[in-house]
């Protein structure tokens, strides 16, 4: 078996590794969501599950994970958004004004 061949064999079995690994780990947390939630419904706990949401007026969420909650303000998260886009906005509009002046000093 050459070299090149055996890469082949290296890559397709890395692949194939990456593959069953992430299968695992699905499998795993619907597994962990489908024991909470028969637990919670012989048990009689109407509590929030595993993992959960609950939306509240105007834009605000209380995401539940593993018995802790927390609160999610959406309109923080677009204003974060937001000024981000507006960052990358002004650095690529700089980004251009430097090339076109550096074009224009070449073109001189």
Same mark, same amino acid.
């Given at each position: 078996?050459?070299?090149?061949?055996?890469?082949?064999?290296?890559?397709? *079995?890395?692949?194939?590794? @990456?593959?069953?690994?992430?299968? !695992?780990? %699905?499998?795993? $947390?619907? /597994?962990?969501?489908?024991?909470?939630?028969?637990?919670?419904?012989?048990?009689?706990?109407?509590?929030? *599950?595993?993992?959960?949401? @609950?939306?509240?007026?105007?834009? !605000?969420? %209380?995401?539940? $994970?593993? /018995?802790?909650?927390?609160?999610?303000?959406?309109?923080?998260?677009?204003?974060?958004?937001?000024?981000?886009?507006?960052?990358?906005?002004?650095?690529?509009?700089?980004?251009?004004?430097?090339?076109?002046?550096?074009?224009?000093?070449?073109?001189?």
């Amino acid at each position: 078996m050459s070299r090149v061949e055996r890469k082949k064999v290296e890559k397709k *079995s890395k692949k194939y590794f @990456k593959i069953c690994l992430f299968a !695992q780990i %699905i499998l795993l $947390i619907f /597994g962990l969501i489908a024991v909470d939630f028969e637990i919670r419904g012989m048990l009689g706990i109407d509590e929030y *599950s595993l993992i959960g949401y @609950k939306q509240l007026e105007n834009g !605000q969420y %209380i995401v539940h $994970i593993m /018995g802790e909650s927390h609160l999610v303000d959406m309109s923080k998260i677009q204003d974060q958004i937001n000024k981000r886009f507006a960052e990358f906005g002004e650095v690529t509009y700089n980004i251009k004004k430097f090339i076109e002046n550096k074009w224009q000093k070449v073109l001189q």
